[in-house]
Nanobody, 120 residues
Framework: QVQLMESGGGEVQPGGTLRLDCTAS????????MGWYREGPGDQREMVAT???????TYADSVKGRFTIARDNMNNAVYLTMSDLTPEDTAVYYC??????????????WGQGTQVTVSS
């Protein structure tokens, strides 16, 4: 069974920086995509940043130029560095892993979520 462990959330002042880490454990044959999503108060879950491979990244327009996603295939990990944070970035952030357990068995798992609060 594959599980995701997230860390790095917390409270920061506007303009501050936080880094979120997510590491997958369990049997993984190959990773299709890793990414970060978030749910703000009263909002639906939205994509923040994804990386289908180590060289390709996609960002939500609201975070472009401020957030950076990075993937470590050797450690089955993905990181999100968030800079110039604003109160609008306050949300629970979830890590998502889309992977193959075998050549023909594809799964998607989510982390438990980590709270990010931006407040003065």
């Amino acid at each position: 069974q594959v599980q995701l462990m997230e860390s790095g959330g917390g409270e920061v002042q506007p303009g501050g920086t936080l880094r979120l880490d997510c590491t997958a454990s369990g049997t993984i044959w190959s990773i299709n995509e890793m990414g970060w999503y978030r749910e703000g108060p009263g909002d639906q879950r939205e994509m923040v940043a994804t990386t289908p491979n180590r060289l390709t990244t996609t960002y939500a327009d609201s975070v472009k130029g401020r957030f950076t996603i990075a993937r470590d295939n050797m450690n089955n990990a993905v990181y999100l560095t968030m800079s110039d944070l604003t109160p609008e970035d306050t949300a629970v952030y979830y890590c998502k892993l889309d992977f193959y357990a075998t050549e023909f068995s594809r799964y998607t798992v989510w982390g438990q979520g980590t709270q990010v609060t931006v407040s003065s």
